[in-house]
């Protein structure tokens, strides 16, 4: 597979530009994939410079390795879930990092490759785990949560309207047979939602499930949490979303880390000074150029953060 196909890296010379603030540093990729933002980070790196690779996904790692090869001696690579930060950190003596960097979500790869069963547009195993390691896949979301459950996911974590009609379809469905493919969901969700509303409410069910079997928001929260011990001053968090519910996540951090005081609630008591770890970057989310956009549509929901530990 050539490097482009695995999945073109989104704002990579936005990233490049807020990321890489020292060429001798160490930088986190958080979110690893095919390794495009991390080949061209490495690329800036002196040879005093580090790179550690973290992906939850064992293909993503081994496609990564391969386009990294010529950098072994500035790379380390680790298959694991970036929630756990802290450790992957502390277990290798590093007790400061000079950037962190997290593009969310899945590549194109893992939404093309069938077999992983993220997409609605295939008809493969309901699946949707970017650790294989992990057992709660979408299979035993779809077929064994509560209908009351399902429509919570599908609600909060996909922002669908109708998601209580979803959920009772889903549930009715698979009292009569198992459900079993990507393709089976999504007619059920098609049988509820028709017309010119389907695929947007194709794309909000998928995401959703998703969001549940990976525990996406939860472990953005505890990756930016428990990073910020390590940036080192200066240093930057460079956050990339592709949706309101992760983005309002990276928002509200930054601007709690940033703040100057903690509010007290009481008109008639002031405000309690705090000192702020960051100093937010980006007033507004930066998005991709008009360009970009043109030539990769997966760039035209994408928001980046940016936020400088102080
Ligand atoms: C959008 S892709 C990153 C693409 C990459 N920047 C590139 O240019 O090739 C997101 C990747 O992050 C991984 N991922 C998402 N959340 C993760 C997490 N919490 N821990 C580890 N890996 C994660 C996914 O498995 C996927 O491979």
Excluded: W
Excluded at 121 to 135: A, F, I, K, P, Y
Excluded at 268 to 279: A, N
């Amino acid at each position: 597979m050539s490097d482009s196909s695995y999945h073109i890296p989104v704002m990579l010379n936005e990233t490049l530009e807020h990321l890489v603030t020292t060429t001798n540093g160490i930088y986190v990729d958080g979110t690893l994939g095919g390794g495009g933002h991390a080949e061209k980070i490495c690329e800036r790196l002196h040879t005093d410079g580090k790179l550690i690779g973290i992906d939850a996904d064992t293909d993503a790692i081994q496609e990564a390795r391969k386009r990294l090869q010529r950098f072994q001696s500035k790379i380390e690579l680790v298959n694991e879930n970036t929630a756990h930060i802290a450790n992957i950190l502390r277990s290798r003596n590093i007790s400061t990092i000079n950037g962190l960097l997290l593009d969310l979500g899945v590549s194109s790869f893992q939404l093309d490759e069938a077999s992983k069963g993220f997409s609605f547009r295939g008809n493969e195993r309901l699946d949707m785990r970017m650790d294989r390691r992990q057992s709660l896949d979408a299979h035993i979301v779809v077929n064994s949560y509560s209908e009351e459950e399902l429509a919570d996911v599908i609600f909060h974590y996909g922002e669908e309207r109708l998601s209580r009609r979803i959920a009772r379809r889903i549930v009715n469905q698979r009292a009569v047979a198992v459900i079993q493919t990507t393709g089976e969901l999504a007619s059920i969700v098609e049988s509820v939602v028709g017309g010119k509303f389907k695929m947007k409410s194709l794309a909000r069910v998928f995401q959703a499930i998703r969001i549940e079997v990976n525990d996406e928001l939860h472990r953005l929260r505890t990756i930016l949490n428990d990073s910020l011990q390590f940036i080192a001053s200066g240093g930057r968090i460079v956050v990339i979303s592709y949706h309101s519910l992760e983005d309002r996540i990276v928002k509200i951090f930054f601007n709690e880390c940033a703040a100057k005081f903690i509010p007290s609630g009481n008109k008639f008591q002031p405000d309690t000074p705090r000192i702020p770890e960051l100093m937010v970057i980006t007033k507004k989310p930066l998005e991709a150029t008009e360009v970009e956009q043109h030539n990769n549509p997966r760039s035209r929901s994408a928001k980046m953060r940016v936020a400088e530990r102080t």
